[in-house]
């Protein structure tokens, strides 16, 4: 009997984990283009198929990455990039807050390997998926996001970095459409189910451009474009979450 509920539950578990990864499916097919011209630019700055792909292992933050390549090909110093990339990631702590906030029913213990996954793209398509946080395995559901987002790429880092002296610096540069692709894609969904989202983007945006016509730097402009832009959406979707 406890036999048959523990494969019950084994079952369960991988199916929100297979859940998960068909979810995920969409960020990988935007993810492995955008590595794969990472690991290309990367390579041809002078960087070794080892640092590359150890920099997406332990960084995993794509515009960061981009940001490091451009700031080694300019030979500035590693606290320069590390306070570069602080300021361009400020905006994680808005989203891990708003993002443990939909998981409140998930176990504690997942709570720390799950925010060490998390990115754009993944706390979008996790913003589309608020009632798997509610299920007994639901952890599970958006692990999988997580892996699938992960693993493509590092992988994609790496095979760029294998191609980084075939292929030619402005063929790899145009692939960086790639990005803004993605995030379309990633909006128009949710903007179809309510336009007041595409609002928010919208108000984000303008911050942003109004931040960096100021002189503040591209970091701090995405910084008070994603808090602003935030705090609109709390007024502006305030009556629908009563």
């Not at 602003?228 to 007024?235: E, T, V």
């Amino acid at each position: 009997m406890d036999k048959a509920v523990a494969q019950k539950n084994e079952l369960s578990e991988l199916g929100m984990l297979r859940k998960g990864l068909a979810a995920g499916f969409p960020i990988m097919l935007g993810y492995l283009p955008i590595a794969l011209t990472y690991g290309v630019l990367a390579k041809q700055t002078g960087m070794s198929l080892l640092e590359l792909t150890m920099m997406s292992i332990f960084v995993y933050a794509g515009a960061s990455q981009f940001m490091a390549v451009n700031m080694i090909a300019v030979s500035a110093s590693a606290m320069e990039i590390i306070i570069a990339t602080f300021v361009l990631n400020f905006r994680h702590f808005v989203m891990s807050l708003s993002f443990m906030n939909s998981l409140r029913t998930v176990e504690r213990k997942w709570k720390l390997p799950l925010s060490l996954g998390l990115t754009d793209e993944a706390f979008a398509v996790s913003a589309f998926h608020p009632e798997e946080a509610k299920e007994k395995h639901g952890a599970f559901f958006y692990l999988g996001i997580f892996i699938i987002a992960y693993v493509s790429w590092v992988f994609g880092s790496f095979i760029g970095g294998m191609l980084g002296e075939v292929i030619p610096a402005n063929l790899s540069q145009s692939m960086g459409i790639a990005l803004y692709a993605m995030f379309i894609g990633l909006l128009i969904p949710s903007v179809k189910k309510n336009a007041k989202v595409g609002l928010i983007a919208v108000i984000a945006m303008l911050i942003n451009f109004i931040c960096v016509e100021l002189g503040l730097s591209s970091g701090w402009g995405i910084v008070i474009g994603t808090v602003i832009g935030g705090m609109s959406g709390i007024f502006l979707l305030k009556e629908e979450q009563e």
